[in-house]
């Protein structure tokens, strides 16, 4: 039999790992993102009706809620108890002005009927086409095959704010400092993060587990909130969607955000 | 070889002094920052990269251009270039382990950074970037280590290193195509999603890189007895001009797209940076000065008079360098950020811990240059007779440190 050569040994081996680490390459260039989706039963979305949100415009409920129970920090509070440090501002679910979240359509002064007046609430889109999950270098946010939702794992981030970039409706917030010295009341139920980690929106999906509708909804006295599974046709989300026209963020990116607007 | 860095006389001592104190001073801002979070520095929820993701960016261009002098001496058998080949690989080396760092700095938990490897993500850019970043420091430090030796030795270089010196070529112009496509590949960031980035990084790359290595060159012909030769430098010259004015090029293009389109997100950042948007215009001043430096150095060098003239070709490439610099490791991750997806505009500036962890990197890279250029000239110094030997001992007492100064005015 003949013998290797040493050299020989190292360049066989070396065609080996190249060989098995192109066919995970290969796998991966040729999996299909859009084929779970079809087939899922499940695609929680947000339906938002600004036009309720703006029957209390001090109101804030839903804020507090999402915040309290996801120990979100509050840095250099003022006396409404609202965050005035807005560079390490940590905000699952805000209040914003219909320029801001509709920015594309700031000449349309017709179409969208009262809805310039109105309060937007803002949170993860969750979207279907997630750029923030394609960006990620450490898979620690994923989109959940099972219903869509865009998961975040606090102890994978490396904190490299990739997806910060990537998020296209700026609904991503990092820790620039420890945040849990700013919590006002812990809720043990749920984790609380380091410095160094990005955070968002989860659609309450610990609360969804138990059966429980998401915090934000919950709170809503104005009922502007509705979740649900837009898969089922008898979900109240998908009976006002095949009713009313709603708007959401920057469709023309292709990202197919989860949150939608109904216009008045 | 490498007892040539123990050979040197005081102003060497001095400068490797100067660099320790300088990295010192990075350690310490680190560790605060380490300590209290990257809320030390002047990122904030809307820019969330600044100054040390802009410096990795520049910096990989500076790596990548080494290829402008390899490719012509190796594909060419352009000879003028053969005694700055190695000063050319040496400088990527320096510049990908700054880049390194920079990301590494940029985390909100390094401790973590394993996970990249731990849980390699294909369909992320930053997994191409890593590959094709570490693999060039490392085709780069082979490749100029061992024909440094094979100098030393006065024999030729072993025949395998060919074929890793064409692979380094190609490889060079994908450091800077992935880095591009970090930014480019981002589909809510306006100043960023567009084609033409990876050719703009690689002709700003390709001036600001040369320019740096000519600035080296001319201050290391005047403090040891190494000369790679003024006509090579001019040969050189003539590629950072032709790189820039290929750069301002594209820069014009993306005034034109933005601005006859009308259309608002391809306008509001260079609106923000060149015009100033809604009362903000913190980085207009440094945006006019880039391109009157910038311009100004492009005019001057298609002039013979100027490239002539030491010090005038030393002061444009400086002009040059200065430019790029503030286009790439200034505006371009700020303005991509500005204004932020919801029509807001936080207003970024780096703090003092950031510009200390900056330097920080800064002196390290600078340090490892001066190891490698140390031993480079020492290898090259030993070879020549002892006569000027002696001439370059004397030639040492010169201040390196003044040269840089006056290199930079």
């Known amino acids: ?264 | 070889m490498i007892d040539h860095l123990l050979h040197g006389g005081p102003r060497y001592w001095a400068w490797l002094a100067f660099l320790c104190v300088v990295i010192a001073i990075g350690f310490g801002c680190y560790y605060y920052q380490l300590d209290y979070g990257l809320g030390v520095t002047g990122m904030s929820r809307d820019v969330s990269w600044g100054f040390y993701i802009a410096q990795f960016t520049f910096l990989v261009g500076v790596a990548a251009s080494g290829v402008m002098v390899v490719l012509p001496y190796y594909l060419h058998h352009y000879k003028m270039f053969g005694k700055i080949t190695i000063m050319g690989e040496f400088l990527a080396v320096a510049a990908v382990t700054m880049c390194v760092l920079f990301v590494v700095v940029d985390l909100g938990q390094p401790s973590r950074v394993l996970n990249v490897l731990l849980y390699p993500t294909l369909n992320s850019v930053m997994f191409y970037d890593i590959i094709v970043l570490s693999g060039y420091l490392l085709i780069n430090i082979v490749v100029g280590w061992t024909m440094l030796t094979a100098e030393s030795n006065e024999l030729p270089p072993p025949a395998w290193v060919k074929p890793l010196i064409y692979i380094s070529i190609p490889w060079a112009i994908s450091i800077h195509t992935v880095t591009a496509f970090l930014y480019s590949g981002l589909p809510g960031r306006d100043y960023w999603l567009t084609a033409i980035m990876a050719p703009r990084f690689l002709a700003s790359a390709f001036a600001s890189g040369p320019a740096l290595l000519i600035l080296i060159a001319l201050i290391l012909r005047r403090v040891t007895s190494f000369d790679p030769g003024l006509p090579a430098l001019r040969k050189i010259g003539t590629i950072v001009t032709y790189a820039m004015i290929v750069n301002i090029f594209f820069v014009l293009m993306e005034f034109f797209t933005g601005f006859y389109s009308q259309a608002p997100g391809h306008m509001a950042s260079l609106q923000y940076l060149f015009f100033g948007l809604d009362g903000y215009g913190r980085l207009v001043p440094f945006m006019w000065l880039a391109a009157v430096l910038g311009i100004g150095a492009v005019i001057a060098l298609l002039f013979q008079r100027v490239k002539q003239d030491e010090r005038l070709f030393a002061l444009a490439l400086g002009a040059i360098f200065v430019a790029t610099w503030i286009d790439k490791g200034l505006g371009l991750i700020v303005g991509g950020f500005t204004p932020n997806p919801l029509g807001d505009i936080t207003e970024y500036a780096p703090t003092l811990p950031e510009l200390g962890v900056t330097l920080g990197v800064y002196g390290i890279g600078f340090l490892v240059l001066t190891v490698l250029y140390k031993i480079t000239v020492g290898v090259r110094e030993a070879q020549l007779s002892p006569e000027t030997a002696q001439q370059a001992a004397t030639a040492e007492q010169a201040s390196p440190e003044q040269l840089v100064a006056e290199a930079a005015h």
């Open chain 1, 1 to 264: 039999m003949r013998r290797l050569s040493r050299r020989q040994f190292l360049s066989i081996g070396g065609l080996v790992v190249v060989g098995a680490s192109a066919s995970q390459v290969m796998s991966a260039l040729a999996r299909d993102e859009k084929a779970p989706v079809a087939t899922a039963t499940i695609r929680y979305a947000m339906v938002i009706d600004p036009a309720k949100c703006a029957q209390d415009p001090t109101c804030r409920d839903c804020i507090d809620a999402c915040h309290k129970i996801h120990n979100v920090p509050l840095f250099a509070p003022n006396a409404q108890g609202e965050e005035t440090d807005k560079a390490h501002e940590i905000k699952w679910i805000w209040k914003a002005t219909f320029e801001e979240a509709f920015d594309e359509q700031e000449g349309d002064n017709y179409a969208t009927g009262g809805m310039k007046e109105q309060p937007m609430m803002l949170l993860c889109n969750h979207c279907d086409n997630p750029p923030c999950v394609r960006v990620c270098p450490t898979q620690a946010t994923w989109k959940r095959a099972s219903d869509g939702i865009v998961m975040m794992d606090f102890h994978r981030c490396i904190g490299c704010r990739f997806c910060m970039s990537g998020c296209p409706y700026g609904s991503r917030s990092f820790n620039f400092r420890d945040p849990r010295p700013f919590v006002q009341e812990i809720n043990t139920s749920f984790p609380t993060r380091t410095k160094g980690v990005v955070e968002k929106c989860n659609f309450c999906e610990e609360r969804l587990a138990q059966g429980q509708p998401p915090a934000c909804v919950e709170a809503c006295r104005q009922k502007a909130l509705v979740f649900g599974n837009l898969e089922d046709p008898n979900s109240e989300a998908h009976k006002i969607l095949a009713e009313r026209l709603a708007l959401r963020r920057k469709e023309h990116l292709g990202t197919r955000p989860q949150a939608y607007y109904i216009t008045s």
